[in-house]
């Protein structure tokens, strides 16, 4: 198992790096961009599948096309626990040596998505308030590496959840491809 958690987390993190960069980058040399948070959240899934795909790689040449439900879990678990961790490493120097200003342009662009969507006055006033209390918080590392696991970690439980609940097979079932 360690084996093939060790191969697919590390796909996983490296896609998941690739996407960090382009996202920072795109939000920080051009904070006009209009994001789509459904796009995004569906390109997380498609991503994260590698979750599933790790974790039938181990049912079918590891375990004989046999594995349970907590196993499955565990490895699919275990993949998006490594891709997560990859991304969080990363992410820590990534923010306090390349872009320490970057919070600086995500609020530029929060503010204009705010603006898009007809915020009131008010709501902008608010959204300011929201911006500044996230900033202080980023100061400490302990809530950056809580707010990145969260971005991605929760998506990867569930696609873990789902596939160990798609891939279990008990002795005697039959194995599709």
Do not use: Q
Not at 100 to 125: C, F, N, Q
Not at 147 to 174: C, D, F, H, R
Request: hydrophobic share 50%; with cysteine.
């Amino acid at each position: 198992m360690k084996r093939n958690v060790v191969i697919f987390g590390s796909i996983l993190g490296a896609i998941l790096l690739v996407n960090l960069v382009y996202m920072c980058n795109m939000c920080y040399n051009n904070p006009e961009f209009e994001s789509n948070d459904t796009l995004g959240y569906a390109a997380l899934i498609v991503v994260f599948s590698l979750v599933f795909f790790g974790t039938r790689n181990y049912r079918n040449k590891e375990l004989g096309g046999i594995i349970s439900f907590g196993k499955a879990f565990k490895t699919g678990a275990l993949i998006a626990l490594l891709g997560a961790t990859i991304y969080v490493v990363f992410w820590l120097p990534y923010y306090y040596l390349v872009v320490p200003d970057y919070l600086d342009k995500y609020t530029i662009h929060v503010m204009k998505d705010a603006e898009r969507s007809g915020a009131t006055a008010a709501e902008l006033a608010d959204k300011v308030t929201e911006m500044n209390t996230f900033k202080e918080m980023y100061k400490n590392p302990l809530f950056v590496v809580l707010i990145t696991y969260a971005e991605v970690l929760p998506i990867g439980l569930i696609v873990a959840l789902v596939s160990a609940l798609v891939l279990k097979k008990k002795p005697g079932a039959v194995v599709p491809g």
